[in-house]
């Protein structure tokens, strides 16, 4: 079988100690490793993105929004729980991870405990209840009920905690850092990690420069970091995510299209928002990109065929991750690897908090 379809081959040894604990500071003084042909590549620092990118090329950004997803509590017997929503399902239903999962029976109540006092407040009680069990997840869905003249949001701001990822096992970083400058729909269980670098300043001179910036919706949730856990990575299947494509970013990319301009997709979400969207209203079949607003379930490995994206801002992602895999589809799995080595080596910072990697379309894969 081809070795890029096994997921043993997206293996690599990552030193504990350069797993990012905390965010640069300031965030654009982060690292970038800049892969500009098949062959080269050179190291930088995010502020000097746009001497590396030209005019007429369009940013393409996720304004997602992390939710303080994380809740603790106790069941009626006293036990402990925790839970993480995942997916809000309507009329104050959340699908959620939970723990000890295997106790969380139909009928389940929960009560939790609050994390933040918030002046002015009335004293509050926040309770669940699981009424489904979620087949595709291992999750429950819950049954929230709020107390009076308060909405989901007003109380999650009180029980809820950033959902910080578990290789991150510090709390010395700000809730703020773990949230883009330009996030703005709520949603998201995860940031957006590549957005992190940016500053307003640093958007402000790409803007000067003549470097359009668009914005997609993707709510990072369970489909991104899902472990990939089948040897033949095509059996794999995606966890659906929501995305919306608006009609104005479509027009953006159009025009940057038709005046020569590349797109370059910041980060991995946004690539399959794109990408998601083109499969959803046939690009590929040679129909023009349209505005979207639902799920995508894609999953990107080596031998896709691009329809959007031309290039990719991404940060350094997990060994065997779905993540590794997408940007194995930009260029050669075996040229990433070499090139984590080169960073590891380097000591560049990888996952959340961790340094950047640009890849232009001049090393970009292509398959027409």
């Given at each position: 079988m081809n070795e890029d379809r096994l997921l043993s081959s997206y293996g690599y040894d990552l030193p504990?100690?350069?797993?990012?604990?905390?965010?640069?500071?300031?965030?654009?003084?982060?690292?970038?490793?800049?892969?500009?042909s098949p062959t080269s590549y050179a190291h930088s620092i995010f502020?000097?993105?746009?001497?590396?990118?030209?005019?007429?090329?369009?940013?393409?950004?996720?304004?997602?929004?992390?939710?303080?997803?994380?809740?603790y509590g106790y069941r009626s017997t006293g036990a402990p729980v925790e839970i993480?929503?995942?997916?809000?399902?309507?009329?104050?239903?959340?699908?959620?991870?939970?723990?000890?999962?295997?106790?969380?029976?139909?009928?389940?109540?929960?009560?939790?405990?609050?994390?933040?006092d918030i002046p002015n407040e009335p004293n509050s009680e926040l309770k669940a209840k699981v009424i489904e069990r979620d087949e595709s997840t291992g999750g429950r869905i819950l049954q929230f009920a709020?107390?009076?003249?308060?909405?989901?949001?007003?109380?999650?701001?009180k029980y809820g905690q950033m959902p910080l990822p578990p290789y991150i096992t510090t709390r010395e970083s700000?809730?703020?850092?773990?949230?883009?400058?330009?996030?703005?729909?709520?949603?998201?269980i995860a940031a957006p990690t590549a957005g992190l670098h940016f500053t307003d300043e640093l958007l402000q001179r790409l803007q000067a420069k003549g470097i359009e910036q668009a914005y997609?919706?993707?709510?990072?949730?369970?489909?991104?970091?899902?472990?990939?856990?089948?040897?033949?990575?095509?059996?794999?299947?995606?966890?659906?995510?929501?995305?919306?494509?608006?009609?104005?970013?479509?027009?953006?990319?159009?025009?940057?299209?038709?005046?020569?301009?590349?797109?370059?997709?910041?980060?991995?979400?946004?690539v399959r928002a794109l990408e998601g969207a083109a499969r959803?209203?046939?690009?590929?079949?040679?129909?023009?990109?349209?505005?979207?607003?639902?799920?995508?379930?894609?999953?990107?490995?080596?031998?896709?065929?691009?329809?959007?994206?031309?290039?990719l801002i991404t940060n350094f992602h997990l060994p065997y991750s779905s993540l590794l895999m997408l940007v194995s589809a930009f260029i050669d799995?075996?040229?990433?690897?070499?090139?984590?080595?080169?960073?590891?080596?380097?000591?560049?910072?990888?996952?959340?908090?961790?340094?950047a990697m640009l890849i232009l379309p001049e090393a970009k894969v292509n398959l027409d």
């Open positions: 504990s100690e350069l797993i990012a604990q905390t965010p640069a500071v300031p965030r654009d003084s982060s690292r970038l490793l800049v892969v500009d502020r000097h993105l746009p001497d590396w990118l030209l005019p007429r090329d369009l940013l393409v950004l996720n304004n997602t929004r992390v939710i303080p997803a994380r809740l993480l929503l995942l997916e809000e399902r309507g009329n104050n239903c959340w699908l959620a991870l939970v723990k000890p999962g295997k106790r969380f029976k139909l009928g389940t109540e929960i009560v939790f405990d609050p994390v933040v709020l107390p009076p003249h308060q909405s989901f949001w007003q109380i999650l701001e700000q809730p703020a850092q773990y949230q883009t400058v330009f996030a703005q729909q709520p949603g998201a997609i919706t993707l709510h990072v949730g369970v489909g991104t970091f899902r472990p990939v856990e089948v040897e033949n990575i095509t059996h794999h299947a995606m966890h659906q995510e929501w995305v919306e494509v608006s009609k104005d970013t479509v027009a953006k990319i159009k025009a940057t299209q038709e005046r020569g301009g590349r797109i370059i997709a910041v980060g991995t979400t946004v959803a209203c046939g690009t590929d079949r040679g129909k023009a990109l349209q505005s979207f607003c639902g799920k995508t379930d894609l999953f990107i490995y080596p031998g896709y065929r691009w329809q959007i994206v031309d290039g799995r075996e040229r990433l690897l070499t090139l984590y080595r080169e960073a590891i080596a380097q000591q560049y910072r990888f996952y959340s908090f961790g340094d």
